[in-house]
């Protein structure tokens, strides 16, 4: 599954308790497709034993530069396609902040041509303590990707900073560094994800079955790819990304279109991915209305166009990309008469009476209209596979460098 298909990934795994959680991570990436070679430190070890390590990435786990092969601490660094440190310990951090190279991992780390990933975790004031901070600045300003620790309760029974990020998380930074160099990095895409909700009264709304999956895919997609990612996301349930960290979460049409307005004049592309609202009640109630009252129709009025007011409002080479949801005969027609409107490279006609396709499902069934009217459509495929089948043909319209 890309990225990870055939790539290579090598995890140090540094003696902290999270590395029983670095065992899901090298599980997750095997399931992925990617060859995993651990490299565990003589404290790592006491921790999660090479056993389990080498169940799940099927590959003999190296511990020490005495052993195998004399130069694979020269050699494994140069064989990998991302490195990551989970957990990397205030030692490691330590280490490789002042190029210390006396056991395998930190002698493979100082010996490898890329950057890592590196995961801390470690008691609080371990990690506030100046000198953790002052490594942590080093290796920054070195170029490794530093990746948490995260908020939360530590192994001594503590709250504060320390923990380790969760796998997911790290396996979107390895996903990010096996595909760095895109025409994509760097450049700002916007999302929109999910339905919106209007109000009908103070408790109930008009709303759609969008979960926001499809649009987060392509929000996830592009992080990974090195964008700059806004995603604009309305109520639906799915979790956005942990890796996205410009998220804006909007309830209403007008709450969207704010949002994307403020996000869209310097955009390189904008992906119009949320089932937004075509109408709203007109007069919400600011209570809750009563079954007594006997409601027989609620009036409503059209709401904002986002699409048409972002397009609007952005640049002429930013390259826009819009979702329609159609069923029936005159579906592909009306797509390419929305592509027309609203001035969009491409629409992704997603049709919900389509076994598997469009709403609350992971997969989806889209064909992909251009403004020269070509109509391609795609299988069934993953949420996850139609957001990079679709980045790839967007990326066709970036300008050149
Ligand atoms: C029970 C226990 C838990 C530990 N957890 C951590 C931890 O989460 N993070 C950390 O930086 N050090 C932790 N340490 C201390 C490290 O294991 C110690 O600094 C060790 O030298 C690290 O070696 P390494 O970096 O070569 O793996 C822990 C020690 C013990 C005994």
Same mark, same amino acid.
């Given at each position: 599954m890309r990225p990870f298909d055939a790539r290579r990934v090598l995890i140090g795994v540094a003696g902290g308790i999270a590395a029983y959680k670095t065992v899901e991570l090298a599980r997750r990436l095997r399931q992925k497709g990617a060859e995993v070679q651990i490299i565990l430190t003589e404290n790592g070890a006491r921790f999660v034993g090479p056993t389990t390590f080498e169940a799940v990435t099927a590959r003999p786990v190296r511990q020490s530069m005495?052993? *195998?092969?004399?130069?694979d601490h020269i050699a494994l660094g140069a064989w990998a396609d991302a490195i990551v440190v989970a957990p990397a310990t205030a030692n490691l951090l330590a280490k490789l902040a002042n190029g210390l190279a006396n056991d395998m991992l930190s002698s493979t780390l100082l010996a490898a041509p890329r950057r890592s990933i590196l995961a801390p975790a470690m008691n609080t004031r371990m990690y506030e303590h100046p000198a953790t901070q002052r490594n942590l600045e080093r290796l920054r300003e070195d170029g490794h990707v530093i990746v948490g620790p995260a908020y939360g309760e530590l192994a001594e029974g503590e709250e504060g900073w320390g923990r380790m990020v969760e796998p997911e998380m790290l396996l979107a930074h390895v996903g990010r560094a096996l595909e760095w *160099?895109? @025409?994509? @990095?760097?450049k700002k895409v916007v999302v929109t994800a999910g339905p919106t909700w209007e109000p009908v009264d103070t408790v109930r709304f008009l709303g759609n079955r969008s979960s926001g999956r499809m649009g987060q895919a392509i929000a996830a997609a592009a992080w990974r790819r090195g964008a700059d990612v806004v995603l604009i996301n309305g109520p639906g349930h799915a979790a956005t990304p942990p890796e996205l960290d410009n998220v804006h979460l909007v309830e209403s049409t007008e709450q969207m279109a704010e949002a994307v307005n403020e996000s869209a004049a310097d955009a390189d592309a904008i992906f119009m991915v949320a089932a937004v609202a075509d109408y709203r009640p007109a007069r919400p109630e600011d209570r809750k209305i009563r079954r007594s009252e006997g409601l027989t129709s609620i009036e409503v009025e059209p709401t904002a166009d986002v699409m048409a007011a972002a397009a609007k409002r952005a640049r002429a080479e930013c390259v826009k990309v819009a979702f329609a949801v159609e069923s029936g005969e005159d579906a592909v027609e009306s797509a390419k008469r929305k592509l027309r409107e609203k001035g969009a490279h491409l629409v992704a006609l997603n049709d919900p009476s389509q076994p598997g396709a469009a709403f609350d499902v992971d997969t989806n069934r889209v064909s992909i209209i251009d403004a020269q009217g070509g109509v391609e459509e795609l299988p069934l495929l993953l949420k996850t596979e139609v957001a990079d089948e679709l980045l790839d043909r967007a990326e066709g319209f970036l300008p050149g460098d």
């Open positions: 005495w052993e *195998k092969n004399a130069l *160099k895109t @025409r994509w @990095r760097d």
